[in-house]
């Protein structure tokens, strides 16, 4: 066989073990994110659980109890999904790995049936064979470089063998205590999903027996009216906070402009031979003009005005709208503007308020994750974070409410507006 087809060979045998060998490297990783992923997820449900623990024993807002069940019961089943892809990216691992000990049980026999052959051609001839060989090589004519390789070869062939011999038995021991592992964490993910599917049942049992509760018991739905009300109020103090504190501050810049002009005026009189040129100020144009930006894809389940409540099964006022989102998808500003409050606001769980031009507020509830801190100019359609389903009553959604000074207005009307 040529030298040619030789290193041809040699690069396929090459690529066809990084085949075999290179994808559980691959699969290794993604079990490892799923494991973070895993983890985290059990730190917000121990979190959400431990909060609906001390809400059974104290007595607290009805509304805010839904609304905690409904969101163990969005994050349950989303940990049993990650669970389930856990388990499948386990189970194609331990399924690589035992490929792969075939292959290297393969091998180990192969090299050890070429050890055995080699031992009995040592026993029935000896060394004395191979000691001409390699004195015919040193003595003979010929290329130096050629002689040598073939020295050296036929010196340390056996101890290669030994050598690959070993490195084979190591591996395969190496990949049978990862298939160990990846059976036992395959065995825990099975239990913990069965544990969760069962704990699911029963979570909505509970909030089935809750929501029939509150249909028929008078006093539970007055007292979640009650909420209802002072988490409205709430919003609209804030509202009215944030005007109030955006005229003081117009007053005052205005209070500052009128006497940087009469300090110009002094200065001007000193200078009356001088002609002085002012320069004409840019126009300033409403960065409300134009369109603007829905702030999440998705169907609106409930409008602006008088709506039947999603609990209550009674009409109440929206002062915005909601829309229906996906986990993991972004919530984006309307307009631009600045963000003049990021915090947790009852009954709209962690949310955005933006201040735009002329006075004019949105405001993003149930948000999962915020990428914006207060003062933060934003721009159109910018991410400012992902919808969830925190103080939600009826899973993942998106609160989006508008106010021009302390008034609300529809929010789908104001986006319309050109």
């Known amino acids: 066989m040529s030298r040619n087809k030789m290193r041809i060979l040699s690069i396929i045998l090459c690529l066809l073990v990084g085949l075999s060998f290179g994808a559980p490297k691959k699969t290794d990783a993604q079990i490892k994110e799923q494991r973070t992923a895993l983890k985290k997820l059990e730190t917000d449900l121990a979190k959400k659980r431990k909060e609906l623990a001390l809400l059974e024993t104290e007595e607290k807002g009805v509304l805010n109890t839904i609304s905690l069940l409904d969101q163990n019961l969005n994050q349950t089943r989303t940990y049993i999904q990650e669970l389930s892809k856990s388990e499948i990216l386990v189970q194609g691992a331990v399924r690589q790995l035992s490929r792969d000990l075939d292959s290297l049980d393969r091998q180990i026999r192969e090299r050890k049936e070429v050890m055995r052959k080699r031992i009995r051609t040592l026993y029935e001839k000896g060394r004395s064979s191979e000691a001409e060989v390699l004195y015919g090589l040193l003595t003979q004519k010929g290329n130096p470089e050629r002689q040598v390789y073939w020295v050296h070869h036929l010196l ?14 190591r591996e395969r021991d190496e990949k049978k205590k990862q298939e160990i592992s990846h059976l036992q964490e395959l065995s825990q993910l099975r239990h913990k999903k069965n544990a969760e599917e069962k704990g699911l049942v029963t979570q909505m049992s509970g909030q089935e027996k809750m929501l029939l509760s509150l249909k028929h018991d008078k006093a539970m739905q007055r007292r979640a009216l009650e909420e ?9 103090a804030l509202i009215k906070k944030l005007e109030e504190k955006r005229k003081k501050e117009l007053a005052a810049a205005k209070k500052a402009e009128a006497e940087r002009k009469a300090k110009k005026a002094k200065e001007k009189k000193k200078k009356a031979k001088e002609k002085v040129v002012e320069k004409p100020k840019p ?12 702030p999440l894809e998705g169907e609106v389940i409930s409008r602006y005005g008088l709506q039947e409540h999603p609990v209550l099964h009674i009409a109440t006022r929206n002062l915005g709208i909601e829309i229906r989102g996906k986990r993991g998808k972004m ?3 309307a307009a631009p503007g600045t963000v003049v409050m990021v915090s947790e606001i009852d009954g709209r769980g962690p949310s955005v308020i933006i201040e735009h031009e002329g006075g004019t507020y949105s405001v993003y509830g149930h948000l999962r994750s915020i990428r914006v801190q207060e003062g933060k100019v934003v721009q159109k359609c910018e991410e400012i974070g992902e919808v969830g389903d925190i103080a939600s009553l009826n899973g993942i959604k998106l609160y989006f409410q508008v106010s021009e000074g302390t008034q609300t207005v529809d929010p789908l009307q104001w986006l319309k507006e050109k």
């Open 283 to 294: 126009t300033v144009t409403t960065t409300l003009k134009g369109p603007k930006c829905m």
């Open 331 to 333: 919530v984006k500003a």
């Open 228 to 236: 209802f009300e002072r988490n409205q109020k709430t919003m609209l």
């Open 156 to 169: 340390y062939q056996d101890q290669e063998q030994v050598n690959t011999l070993l490195r084979l038995m």
